[in-house]
């Protein structure tokens, strides 16, 4: 499946982005979908996760109450609605699919494919 990540931009902190990622070439709702993130001289970090169905999410500790995923199947679409952004929150954000049918997963190492990054810059 190939991905692709948009609407990384420059905010100020407090502000919202939205990111997309747009999926093709597979059965979207064949896979869980996630975000991570990478900070420049940091390790790729999770930040959330979603069910094949969309009926279970899971988020990192730093962005629970902050960030929002969802996904639409019909779209072949996961989006990731961030809020109250920090300059901490600043990073190279991917979406990855994982082909796995039971509870989102965390581990970078377990999805199968990963778009290309779209970057956030959270301004202090």
């Known amino acids: 499946v190939q991905l692709q990540a948009s609407g990384g931009g420059l905010v100020q902190t407090g502000g919202s982005l939205r990111l997309s990622c747009a999926a093709s070439?597979?059965?979207?709702?064949?896979?869980?979908m996630g975000w991570f993130r990478q900070a420049p001289g940091k390790e790729r970090e999770f930040v959330a996760a979603i069910s094949r169905s969309g009926g279970t999410k899971y988020y990192g500790d730093s962005v629970k109450g902050r960030f929002t995923i969802s996904r639409d199947n019909a779209k072949a679409t996961v989006i990731l609605q961030m809020n109250s952004l920090k300059p901490e929150d600043t990073a190279v954000y991917y979406c990855a699919a994982d082909n796995w049918l039971g509870y989102p997963r965390s581990g970078d190492y377990e999805y199968d494919y990963w778009g290309q990054g779209t970057e956030v810059t959270v301004s202090s």
């Open positions: 070439g597979r059965t979207f709702s064949n896979y869980a």
